[in-house]
């Protein structure tokens, strides 16, 4: 926990997941002092972060998922995600977790596919890893690779490699 100037605790307001230049992840963590309203944010190796958080919190990603799930079961997906958390003891609901959440396990990345996701403009980043996630889960794969991105690539948008 941070602790303001003023002698008040400082809140986590928000988490961005962000990939430093070795390909760690690293989340910045904003924090607000509900008494001065000073506002400070921390960059954190992702194992780090969570002894800071004062409650559980979303990531952006994360919540973009969840706001993909239908208004009636969103209340209920919420409840079982944030029960995970707190089951294994994380503050930080992030986009992996909700995975693990809802399906018991984690789909891995290749770090090849990682990278080219990476190259996704942002807006549509976490609708292209909800949809590969969700297609190596149906097939029963456990990592998304970068054959299955072609492939997702080319049904939606028919861009199919061209093999000589």
Known sequence: MLICGCTRWMHAEGVDERTDSQDQNCWFVRFECRGCGVRVGVDLPAVEADALVDRVIWTDDARHRLERVPPYATALIQE???SYARIHS???ITYDLFSQAKIGEAILWDAEAERRLSNVPPPVRAMARVELERTAAERGQVRVT???????KARYFGMAVQKP
């Open 80 to 82: 079982q995600v944030e």
């Open 90 to 92: 994380h503050r930080i």
């Open 146 to 152: 970068v054959a299955l991105m072609e492939e997702v």
